[in-house]
């Protein structure tokens, strides 16, 4: 699966998958292990999104307290 592309929303429910599996107990060390490290990548992918909307949104907002209107009335 490749985390780049992967929207926030399926990653969210990914890495909540990830946490139930981990709190399993029948878990082998090995597959916890890589559950573990899926988890940190799919962390960090979600931060990076996160952070990246962030900044869209306040360029909007930045962009938008220079908008100024005009009358179309004569």
Do not use: H, W, Y
Request: without cysteine; aromatic residues 4%.
């Amino acid at each position: 699966m490749e985390k780049k592309n992967l929207k926030i929303e399926p990653a969210l429910a990914r890495l909540e998958e990830i946490v139930r599996q981990l709190e399993n107990e029948q878990i082998s060390l090995e597959e916890s292990l890589e559950l573990f490290e899926e988890g940190v990548k799919l962390a960090d992918s979600i931060q990076k999104r996160l952070s990246e909307a962030q900044l869209r949104v306040k360029k909007v907002l930045e962009e938008a307290e220079t908008f100024k209107t005009e009358d179309f009335g004569g």
